[in-house]
């Protein structure tokens, strides 16, 4: 195409192309999607047996968000005599989050997560994806879905079992920004004693079962799972621990776990651990051998960056 209503195009012509040709792609696949989702959801209610006391009041209508758009959808409520709050037993078949689909509830979260702030996330969505959700509603989202990871993890599941030669489990601390109501009272390192962050735990438990052509390892494909937590270091290790009995920590071959050398890290995976081989990752020995450089030969020295990377 090499001509625009019989004009030459220009960059903001063609930008205006793109976005028509998107905006005509999602109209039928948002109706398509809210097809399915709403014969579904018919499915749902039809095989929906009630608790003893539910009763139903009858269809109501839902604005769902989607990838696609907004779409309305008609399912069933039931009340209970006595109780607060109603039920949908099509929005948690369904996977609704605050009224958004699965995949439109994660990708707020991932852009959520971002620490610059709900507004830059709210104007990424609208620019990527055409995706017109608010600051506040992207807050709302991930505090909700937070409430239910966090439940998750936590969650009582029985042992796994592992035939994993190497499981590896990793942690590590960092501090991340929050409100000043959620830093009330906690010390940091700012001139007059206040904190701007808070501290958080995350830790990840994974396999390997080869390695590639130099022997070194491979972690195996997806086999990553998450845990974090706010809470005290003596908190958060049964947690990771938790995680890694469920993946079947008891029954892999050897166990490593990866940190960055902090003593508190290492008390705990004394602790948790006990049988595991400590290892502080790769990036963490770089930092260290880097500062031994540096005592050296100084920051600026012509062969440093050899030496750090020998």
């Given at each position: 195409m090499t001509h625009f209503g019989g004009q030459t195009p220009n960059g903001l012509a063609v930008q205006q192309l793109e976005v028509l040709v998107r905006t005509a792609i999602f109209k039928p696949a948002n109706a398509l999607v809210q097809c399915l989702l709403q014969q579904a959801a018919d499915r749902v209610?039809?095989?929906?047996?009630?608790?003893?006391?539910?009763?139903?009041?009858?269809?109501?209508?839902?604005?769902?968000?989607?990838?696609?758009?907004?779409?309305?959808?008609?399912?069933?409520?039931?009340?209970?005599?006595?109780?607060?709050?109603?039920?949908?037993?099509?929005?948690?078949?369904?996977?609704?989050?605050?009224?958004?689909?699965?995949?439109?509830?994660?990708?707020?979260c991932l852009e959520g997560a971002d620490e610059t702030g709900y507004q830059k996330a709210e104007r990424h969505l609208a620019e990527t994806g055409a995706i017109q959700v608010s600051a506040r509603q992207i807050q709302r989202v991930v505090?909700?879905?937070?409430?239910?990871?966090q439940v998750w993890q936590e969650r009582q599941d029985p042992s796994g079992s592992c035939d994993a030669p190497v499981m590896y489990v990793s942690a590590d601390g960092t501090g991340v920004p929050m409100r000043a109501e959620e830093l009330s009272?906690?010390?940091?390192?700012?001139?007059?004693?206040?904190?701007?962050?808070?501290?958080?735990?995350?830790?990840c438990v994974f396999t390997q079962h080869r390695t590639d052509e130099e022997g070194h390892p491979v972690r195996d494909y997806e086999s990553t799972t998450y845990v974090s937590s706010f809470q005290s270091i003596d908190q958060f290790g049964p947690i990771l621990?938790?995680?890694?009995?469920?993946?079947?920590?008891?029954?892999?071959?050897?166990?490593?776990?990866?940190?960055?050398?902090?003593?508190?890290?290492?008390?705990?995976?004394?602790?948790?651990?006990?049988?595991?081989?400590?290892?502080?990752?790769?990036?963490?020995?770089?930092?260290?051998?880097?500062?031994?450089?540096?005592?050296?030969l100084g920051k600026k020295h012509s062969e440093r960056k050899v030496r750090l990377r020998r």
């Open positions: 209610d039809a095989a929906y047996q009630p608790a003893p006391g539910q009763q139903c009041k009858g269809r109501v209508c839902l604005q769902v968000g989607g990838l696609f758009g907004t779409f309305p959808l008609e399912r069933d409520y039931y009340y209970h005599e006595g109780k607060k709050h109603g039920h949908y037993p099509a929005d948690a078949a369904l996977g609704l989050e605050v009224g958004y689909t699965p995949a439109l509830a994660r990708l707020i505090q909700r879905v937070g409430q239910d990871a009272g906690r010390k940091g390192k700012q001139p007059d004693g206040t904190a701007k962050t808070r501290q958080v735990y995350l830790g621990r938790r995680e890694a009995l469920r993946r079947g920590l008891a029954t892999a071959g050897k166990v490593v776990l990866l940190i960055d050398g902090a003593t508190g890290l290492g008390n705990m995976g004394k602790d948790c651990f006990k049988d595991s081989v400590q290892s502080v990752d790769f990036y963490h020995a770089l930092e260290h051998a880097g500062r031994v450089l540096d005592a050296l």
